[in-house]
């Protein structure tokens, strides 16, 4: 004789709901003052942004300033400012493009087939490339633009794909660099993190923008777009390397001992063994550190550049647009939650990949 | 017993003259000093922090001794990192913890080194790992990662991946001391199969029948000392040692 246990059956949808929400009079009363409260809060919100507001530039701001509800068609009318800042107004389609550009090679780069070094090489390169003879022109035919014209989305996106581009493969040396052997490598390596981490990104930017031209001589200042970059690299790099250093301290020494017992130099160990395993224990780390970097660009408006939300500022900054500065910045919001929610799925994505075969 | 690889080239297989290390200012090994033949296995017992496993862990360098030589298939180990290279090349070993790669399948963990080491062709690295995951039975599981297996197959597929290397000499660090009682003899029994094809094995185990049924030598250890050195049956029957007895006991005695 078989003794035959089942499973009891799962609740139905409707008996799962009463058991969560209702199970004693108190609970349903909470349940129900939450319900209105949001169904109340939904409509009002739902109302202000879509059944009350004013979509089209027909009327002008007079339109919007009558009407109850969001003044939508201030974004009609400056999204240019918006997204290409100052960049000459007839060029901007070259700004645009370029803004495709990073966010193509970006998702190939995401892409695991793109992972090998040929390919990764190849869509940077030609990635690069494009985007700065879209930007700065001055070749085919293209008008001359300079950085200090650079503006909104495109230079939001070019400063932090550059910062992390820079920054990242600075962090793992950093980290490297930290661990040695050699006493006065790791403390100065030390001493040199704990300092950059120490300090305000401002004040880096600052330093960078202002200070670096009259340390440095002219040859090697380069564009002051391109030494906010360095210290803003800099600075990631420097939290970046700490958290890489957490990721190899989770890897067990045996690993690199077993490295070691089957003949493998250095950067064999470190590049098989130990990063690919420390990258995994650093991720979810890594992706926030991104998610920051990407909401830090904002900071480079403190020395004159105007990224997507200085750009914003200035949208609805000049006279008639005035008062509808809430829907430009729900408008940015929204353009900053598309690309930091992306990069969170995509961390997601990598976690699920990565946990492959993990005890 | 006579070594059945003795034609590749004279002298010793590894030759340890007068070996100091110290971890500070404890010291680990005391002038100790130890000569293996080629093709001759080896079986070192002692208590905990008797130096067994540091003494191993010197010969191919996962330890920097400080005093004494060194001497692995004729080639001093010293700072000459080329050298540290070539005896790695040569020298396998398996650990207490099985140390495999997770990040890997079972088949890459043994393809790895021969590939970018011995810079072998993929086919021929993969045919030769398939041959030693055969060799310790678990062909099966060459496409798994090592977490999904049990401590005893880990511990198989760790032996395979030294292997794949074709070591001369093979180090083992307490292979069974981390694994389940029911999975001992699979290990175990991989390992006298490698003994009986002639391998040069230095084993650090507790594994007494182990010892009986394929060592050359057992060594005794303790306080950083070689205390004794017999063949098995004198070691088990006559040591001559009260604190080789003492140890014997407590191995033995349950």
């Given amino acids: 004789m078989e003794m035959v246990v089942v499973a009891p059956p799962a609740p139905g949808r409707l ?56 003044c939508w068609s201030v974004i009609a009318a400056r999204w240019r400012i918006i997204l290409f800042g100052l960049y000459p107004f007839d060029e901007q389609w070259r700004s645009a493009l370029a803004c495709v550009t990073v966010v193509v090679m970006t998702v190939l780069s995401c892409i695991p087939a793109f992972w090998t070094g040929r390919r990764i090489a190849l869509v940077w390169g030609t990635g690069a490339a494009l985007y700065y003879v879209l930007m700065k022109g001055g070749v085919l035919g293209l008008a001359h633009v300079g950085e200090e014209a650079w503006g909104g989305l495109a230079l939001t996106l070019f400063i932090f794909v550059t910062t992390c581009l820079i920054g990242f493969p600075l962090a ?33 930017l600052f330093t960078f923008a202002i200070v670096l031209p009259f340390a440095l001589p002219q040859w090697l200042q380069g564009d002051k777009l391109y030494r906010v970059i360095l210290g803003s690299a800099l600075f990631f790099s420097a939290y970046q390397a700490e958290i890489v250093r957490g990721g190899m301290q989770g890897v067990p020494a045996g690993q690199e001992e077993a490295a070691m017992a089957l003949g493998m130099s250095y950067w064999q160990r470190i590049g098989r063994i130990l990063l690919p395993q420390a990258m995994r224990n650093a991720l979810p780390a890594t992706i926030n550190q991104f998610v920051i970097s990407f909401k830090e660009t904002s900071l480079v408006v403190i020395v004159g550049f105007f990224e997507i939300l200085a750009s914003g500022n200035a949208a609805y900054g000049t006279g008639e647009w005035r008062f509808a500065y809430v829907e430009v910045y729900a408008f940015i919001a929204m353009i900053y939650f598309v690309f930091v929610f992306s990069l969170s799925r995509y961390g997601a994505f990598l976690e699920r990949r990565m946990s492959v075969g993990e005890r | 017993m006579t070594s059945s690889n003795s034609s590749q080239s004279a002298g010793p297989a590894v030759q340890i003259e007068n070996l100091d290390k110290y971890y500070g200012t404890f010291h680990a090994l005391r002038k100790v000093s130890l000569t293996v033949q080629r093709g001759e296995k080896i079986v070192i017992c002692g208590p905990s922090g008797s130096g067994k496993s540091t003494m191993i862990r010197c010969i191919n360098r996962l330890e920097q001794h400080n005093g004494g030589r060194i001497t692995v298939l004729g080639t001093e180990l010293n700072d000459d990192v080329g050298n540290i290279d070539g005896i790695r090349r040569e020298v396998g070993m398996v650990f207490q913890h099985f140390n495999l790669f997770p990040h890997m399948t079972v088949l890459d963990n043994c393809m790895l080194s021969p590939m970018i080491v011995r810079k072998q062709p993929r086919a021929e690295a ?78 650090v185990t507790h594994e007494m029948g182990f010892a009986r049924r394929v060592a050359d030598r057992v060594i005794f250890m303790d306080g950083g000392e070689i205390v004794e050195q017999a063949p098995p049956e004198e070691f088990f029957a006559a040591s001559r040692n009260e604190r080789t007895r003492q140890f014997l006991s407590q191995v033995l005695g349950h």
Wanted: hydrophobic share 50%; aromatic share 6%; net charge neutral.
């Fill in chain 1, 15 to 70: 008996e799962d709901l009463r058991r969560r929400f209702f199970a004693t009079p108190l609970q349903a009363l909470l349940s129900l003052v939450s319900l209105a409260i949001m169904l109340f809060l939904g409509w009002k919100l739902l109302n202000w942004a879509v059944f009350s507001a004013v979509f089209t530039t027909s009327g002008g701001p007079e339109a919007c300033q009558a009407a109850a509800g969001a």
């Fill in chain 2, 126 to 203: 993969e045919a030769t790992a398939r041959r030693y995951l055969e060799k310790v039975r678990i062909p099966e599981q060459a496409m798994k990662f090592p977490g999904q297996l049990s401590g005893g197959q880990q511990q198989r597929v760790a032996i395979a991946r030294a292997l794949c290397m074709q070591p001369q000499i093979m180090l083992f660090d307490e292979p069974t001391s981390a694994l389940d009682p029911e999975m001992i003899s699979e290990v175990l029994d991989v390992m006298v199969t490698l003994a009986s094809e002639g391998m040069t094995m230095i084993c």
């Fill in chain 1, 172 to 204: 793992i040396c950093l980290a490297l660099l930290r661990r040695s052997d050699l006493p006065w490598i790791s403390r100065t390596t030390g001493l040199i993190i704990d300092g950059v981490r120490s300090l305000p990104l401002i004040s880096i």
